[in-house]
């Protein structure tokens, strides 16, 4: 049905979806300073979304044959909310690289449900870089 590239690329989507919550949370309740009481909702909110993402990508790997990962993508923290938010931003970043990629691809293998799923979680991930992005202005 769907190729082994295919079948890895979501998966490692999947490992980047999870890490992205796991950090997103953790952030939530790490934040510390006088804008905590703002960004900590954001990083929580954005976490769950994040977490939806992973579900909805690891149905569509069960549906093609594929196994789901159990391990996410290496977890960063930070120290204050300015890198926090950094080290989100690039994590955003990184991901819509990767679901551009997937989304070529999966329209190559004409795989038009994964190309949708990707489009609608690939506009996600751009507000969340841009809610990050906003975070980050002085």
């Known amino acids: 049905m769907a190729s082994k590239e295919l079948l890895k690329k979501l998966n490692d989507a999947i490992a980047r979806e999870m890490q992205a919550s796991i950090q997103y949370m953790w952030q939530h309740i790490m934040v510390k300073g006088i804008n905590a009481q703002a960004i900590g909702p954001i990083f929580r909110q954005i976490a769950i979304a994040e977490m939806m993402h992973a579900e ?6 069960d549906y093609l044959g594929g196994e789901p990962t159990t391990q996410p993508t290496p977890i960063e923290i930070g120290k204050n909310a300015k890198e926090m938010l950094k080290l989100d931003k690039k994590a955003e970043e990184e991901a819509i690289a990767m679901y551009k990629d997937i989304i070529k691809l999966a329209e190559k293998e004409n795989d038009y449900t994964t190309k949708k799923l990707f489009e609608q979680i690939l506009a996600d991930e751009e ?12």
Do not use: W
């Open 56 to 61: 909805l990508i690891a149905e569509r790997l």
């Open 127 to 138: 507000n969340h870089h841009n809610t990050f992005s906003t975070l980050l202005e002085d």
